[in-house]
């Protein structure tokens, strides 16, 4: 059984794998430290995303909101920089406040309406856009000097760049996975996933702990709207648009089932690396259209759907065998 | 050993078949999202191809962070020149230090950024108040000295675009007594919306007998206007003047067909100049001016629209 559940993660680093040979066939001058380091700073904001979407994606829910609050955090940022002289780390507490309370908002109502997730937190995605268009719908500059200490990075040999916020994303995915595994709230996760009555009989309070799921998908959302802010040294109400949904497709690759209940954190950070290698890959050729990243991406997503029906499927049957 | 002797056999086939000394370019494009900017990137192609050289090419979709990505890639490829069509002008800077740190020229095409001028080698865009100037110069030479009222659609509200072909043509006729603006509306730059308005005007003058001519802030409205004209039973072209900006395929019909008198174009061709200066920066280390401008081209019916149309047809818009 242990086996079957380790088998969609298998099959994400053999996919990996797969597209590194490939790559490396074809441009084996791709493989330096600056496209290391590219991968992991161009990816940083979808990683920490990624990481509040597999908790939520665990748990059986969804949260379609993280795009908008990811640009609604770049905006706000951005605009309470330019407006008052507050330091940045202060904004940033500030900002997490919000986005944290925005969705243990959603994870409220999501438990008391008994909605499902998909709903409220669609709700939640035109909300938190609207709000970045109200504060600004120009693209307004960060000049804060702070800002300069936070693009730093380490300089690699080859000329790779581990960048503070390259460096930010690894730190949450190694925190991502201690609270998914090693903690009574990943525990209840699982659970949760697991469907509502195993939930109830492991004794979880489940109005507590929808809102501390949706609550930590805010926070990450936010800590990567922070990251998102220093990538581009800007907030702008059209940013990440569709994020949420690339965010999900990480995830799936990354191994989650899509239902909830089986998964691993780890799977998701090399989704999230995968895709980032076919967009290397495809700008790297320069001559195929970038739709192409779309195409494969949604190729791969619909691979792991078929493949983790094929596990339940055999799953099922051989506890008929077990049963008969 | 064997291993090595494959990669550097293998280098040497990619470098004799990809022709042995091509400059690769990359260009990073905002997407497509307009007709213009499909013609854009196809003359970029055409053009690069041309001179012979590697052209990579990466469609943005419309989103900044997949351009700060592409950048980054064609940088870790190390690209000879990198052109940039920015989606927004904020939040360049890190990512334009690295390809300066790189020493690769970044060129902007059509749209600028609020990055210091010294982490690009030059911009190459046009001059919209000077489009509008030249709309207007037209419009003066045409009427020679006679009373003309004219009608003009603006493009849309508080649109840098609108703004500026506005500003242009006032200038244009500001010396000149016998033109003035008696009408000016918004047509947001649409079709529909230069006919619905053109149909106001032409009510408000007396059927149209009021008006000498109607400037259009882009093509589209031009036509839309014609339309207006054309249902008002007057003949556009002969009764009603009609000057408009953008030189799009369609408008070179209405010329042809006599409909339309004069077109000023927002040329597509951006990278040409671009290519341009790359050579004589390659050459000799001639660094450009900081933004080059293209030429803002008059076409009117001497100047065979027809023929205009059909090297345009194709090319994307």
Same mark, same amino acid.
């Given at each position: 059984?242990?086996?079957?559940?380790?088998?969609?993660?298998?099959?994400?680093?053999?996919?990996?794998?797969?597209?590194?040979?490939?790559?490396?066939?074809?441009?084996?001058?791709?493989?330096?430290?600056?496209?290391?380091?590219?991968?992991?700073?161009?990816?940083?904001?979808?990683?920490?995303?990624?990481?509040?979407?597999?908790?939520?994606?665990?748990?059986?829910?969804?949260? %379609?909101?993280?795009?908008?609050?990811?640009?609604?955090?770049?905006?706000?940022?951005?605009?309470?920089?330019?407006?008052?002289?507050?330091?940045?780390?202060?904004?940033?507490?500030?900002?997490?406040?919000?986005?944290?309370?925005?969705?243990?908002?959603?994870?409220?109502?999501?438990?008391?309406?008994?909605?499902?997730?998909?709903?409220?937190?669609?709700?939640?995605?035109?909300?938190?856009?609207?709000?970045?268009?109200?504060?600004?719908?120009?693209?307004?500059?960060?000049?804060?000097?702070?800002?300069?200490?936070?693009?730093?990075?380490?300089?690699?040999?080859?000329?790779?760049?581990?960048?503070?916020?390259?460096?930010?994303?690894?730190?949450?995915?190694?925190?991502?996975?201690?609270?998914?595994?090693?903690?009574?709230?990943?525990?209840?996760?699982?659970?949760?996933?697991?469907?509502?009555?195993?939930?109830?009989?492991?004794?979880? =309070?489940?109005? =507590?702990?929808?809102?501390?799921?949706?609550?930590?998908?805010?926070?990450?959302?936010?800590?990567?709207?922070?990251?998102?802010?220093?990538?581009?040294?800007?907030?702008?109400?059209?940013?990440?648009?569709?994020?949420?949904?690339?965010?999900?497709?990480?995830?799936?690759?990354?191994?989650?089932?899509?239902?909830?209940?089986?998964?691993?954190?780890?799977?998701?950070?090399?989704?999230?690396?995968?895709?980032?290698?076919?967009?290397?890959?495809?700008?790297?050729?320069?001559? %195929?259209?970038?739709?192409?990243?779309?195409?494969?991406?949604?190729?791969?997503? %619909?691979?792991?759907?078929?493949?983790?029906?094929?596990?339940?499927?055999?799953?099922?049957?051989?506890?008929?065998?077990?049963?008969? | 050993?064997?291993? /090595?002797?494959?990669?550097? !056999?293998?280098?040497?086939?990619?470098?004799?078949?990809?022709?042995?000394?091509?400059?690769?370019?990359?260009?990073?494009?905002?997407?497509?999202?307009?007709?213009?900017?499909?013609?854009?990137?196809?003359?970029?192609?055409?053009?690069?191809?041309?001179?012979?050289?590697?052209?990579?090419?990466?469609?943005?979709?419309?989103?900044?962070? #997949?351009?700060?990505?592409?950048?980054? !890639?064609?940088?870790?490829?190390?690209?000879?020149?990198?052109?940039?069509?920015?989606?927004?002008?904020?939040?360049?800077?890190?990512?334009?230090?690295?390809?300066?740190?790189?020493?690769?020229?970044?060129?902007?095409?059509?749209?600028?950024?609020?990055? !210091?001028?010294?982490?690009?080698?030059?911009?190459?865009?046009?001059?919209?108040?000077?489009?509008?100037?030249?709309?207007?110069?037209?419009?003066?030479?045409?009427?020679a000295g006679e009373d003309c009222r004219v009608a003009e659609l603006q493009g849309t509200t508080g649109s840098s675009p609108a703004i500026d072909r506005k500003t242009g043509f006032e200038q244009a006729i500001a010396d000149h007594d016998n033109i003035e603006i008696?009408?000016?509306?918004?047509?947001d730059f649409t079709r529909s919306g230069g006919k619905t308005v053109m149909e106001g005007f032409l009510q408000a003058e007396g059927g149209g007998a009021g008006i000498c001519a109607v400037y259009a802030h882009n093509d589209d409205m031009a036509l839309g206007a014609?339309?207006?004209?054309?249902?008002?039973?007057? /003949?556009?072209?002969?009764? $009603?003047?009609?000057?408009? $900006?953008?030189?799009?395929?369609?408008?070179?019909?209405? $010329?042809? #067909?006599?409909?339309? #008198?004069?077109?000023?174009?927002?040329?597509? #061709?951006?990278?040409?100049?671009?290519?341009?200066?790359?050579?004589?920066?390659?050459?000799?280390?001639?660094?450009?001016? /900081?933004?080059?401008?293209?030429?803002?081209?008059?076409?009117?019916q001497a100047d065979d629209p027809q023929g205009e149309y059909d090297t345009r047809k194709d090319l994307g818009y």
């Amino acid at each position: 059984m242990t086996n079957a559940r380790l088998l969609p993660l298998f099959a994400t680093i053999a996919i990996f794998m797969l597209a590194l040979v490939i790559c490396f066939i074809q441009f084996p001058n791709m493989f330096s430290t600056r496209v290391l380091g590219n991968l992991l700073t161009d990816n940083a904001y979808l990683g920490i995303v990624a990481v509040g979407m597999t908790v939520v994606i665990l748990a059986g829910g969804i949260d %379609l909101s993280v795009g908008s609050v990811i640009a609604f955090s770049g905006v706000f940022i951005a605009v309470v920089l330019r407006d008052t002289g507050l330091h940045p780390m202060v904004v940033f507490a500030m900002l997490l406040a919000i986005t944290t309370a925005f969705g243990a908002a959603m994870g409220g109502l999501v438990h008391a309406l008994v909605m499902p997730g998909f709903i409220v937190t669609l709700a939640g995605m035109f909300l938190a856009r609207g709000a970045a268009y109200m504060l600004s719908i120009d693209s307004v500059p960060i000049q804060h000097e702070f800002y300069d200490v936070l693009q730093s990075y380490i300089l690699l040999p080859g000329r790779g760049r581990l960048t503070l916020i390259g460096i930010t994303m690894l730190v949450v995915f190694v925190i991502g996975m201690l609270i998914v595994h090693k903690t009574r709230f990943g525990t209840a996760v699982y659970a949760f996933g697991g469907g509502e009555a195993t939930a109830r009989l492991m004794g979880v =309070r489940q109005g =507590r702990v929808t809102v501390m799921i949706y609550a930590f998908s805010g926070f990450m959302a936010g800590l990567s709207g922070i990251v998102f802010s220093i990538y581009t040294g800007s907030g702008y109400s059209l940013a990440t648009v569709g994020t949420e949904l690339t965010a999900i497709a990480a995830v799936v690759i990354g191994g989650t089932l899509l239902t909830g209940g089986a998964g691993y954190m780890f799977g998701t950070f090399i989704g999230v690396l995968t895709m980032g290698l076919i967009q290397v890959y495809i700008v790297f050729d320069g001559t %195929l259209s970038s739709w192409w990243t779309k195409i494969v991406i949604g190729a791969l997503v %619909l691979a792991f759907i078929l493949l983790q029906k094929a596990l339940l499927h055999l799953a099922r049957r051989g506890n008929e065998v077990a049963y008969a | 050993m064997t291993y /090595k002797t494959f990669l550097a !056999s293998t280098a040497i086939v990619a470098l004799t078949t990809g022709g042995a000394f091509a400059q690769v370019i990359g260009f990073s494009q905002i997407g497509s999202e307009s007709g213009w900017r499909a013609a854009e990137t196809t003359l970029t192609r055409m053009e690069a191809e041309e001179r012979g050289y590697d052209l990579r090419f990466s469609d943005a979709q419309q989103r900044q962070e #997949n351009q700060i990505a592409a950048i980054r !890639s064609f940088v870790a490829q190390g690209v000879d020149a990198i052109l940039l069509a920015p989606v927004v002008e904020t939040g360049w800077d890190a990512v334009l230090e690295e390809a300066a740190e790189a020493e690769i020229p970044v060129i902007l095409l059509d749209r600028m950024v609020d990055s !210091s001028d010294d982490l690009y080698l030059t911009a190459v865009g046009s001059d919209l108040v000077h489009e509008g100037a030249v709309a207007g110069q037209w419009l003066v030479d045409t009427v020679a000295g006679e009373d003309c009222r004219v009608a003009e659609l603006q493009g849309t509200t508080g649109s840098s675009p609108a703004i500026d072909r506005k500003t242009g043509f006032e200038q244009a006729i500001a010396d000149h007594d016998n033109i003035e603006i008696v009408r000016s509306q918004t047509g947001d730059f649409t079709r529909s919306g230069g006919k619905t308005v053109m149909e106001g005007f032409l009510q408000a003058e007396g059927g149209g007998a009021g008006i000498c001519a109607v400037y259009a802030h882009n093509d589209d409205m031009a036509l839309g206007a014609i339309q207006a004209i054309n249902e008002a039973g007057l /003949k556009p072209g002969e009764d $009603i003047l009609v000057v408009s $900006i953008d030189a799009v395929p369609d408008v070179f019909l209405a $010329i042809a #067909n006599g409909e339309a #008198n004069a077109t000023v174009e927002l040329t597509p #061709n951006m990278a040409g100049p671009a290519f341009d200066a790359l050579e004589a920066y390659w050459a000799d280390g001639t660094v450009p001016p /900081k933004f080059i401008q293209t030429e803002s081209t008059l076409y009117t019916q001497a100047d065979d629209p027809q023929g205009e149309y059909d090297t345009r047809k194709d090319l994307g818009y």
